[in-house]
């Protein structure tokens, strides 16, 4: 999470999203941003925070050493833990190998929002965009 730069110019829908996260209201920040969507549906600095908000969610309550190290963890949950950590091209090469196999709709949803988390022309989602692509196809 990063917050916002002194002098910067300031969104006031970040901004709002930005207080709810620093209070500890990550449903709060979720519904900030969904409800900027909702009145601007192609803006990408709220969808990009909305996806790392959901990404928050998903991981606020989950012990991470103990996760990676249980065999028995689902992919989606390493995926997000590596994720959160930073670790895009090993989170996308999890979901990537499981969607090989599986085709889940929930694994692409997953991949998707990670994209967006990450940045849309990051070189990580550029390349795992094409495995995707190429999977589907």
Known sequence: FVGIGEG??????VEK???????GDLEGAKA??????????????YSAGLAQVKLMIRTVDVDMDAAM???????????????????????????LAEFSK?????????LLELFEVAGLTSPEVVQARKALTNLLY
């Open 8 to 13: 910067a110019p300031v969104n006031p829908v």
């Open 17 to 23: 999203a930005y207080a709810a996260i620093e209070a």
């Open 32 to 45: 900030v941003y969904e409800a900027a969507l909702k009145e601007n549906p192609r803006d990408i600095d």
């Open 69 to 95: 190290k249980d065999e028995t963890t689902p992919v989606a949950t390493r995926a997000d833990i590596l994720a959160s950590i930073g670790h895009f091209e090993m989170a996308f090469e999890l979901l």
């Open 102 to 110: 599986a085709k889940s709709e929930e694994i692409k949803s997953q």
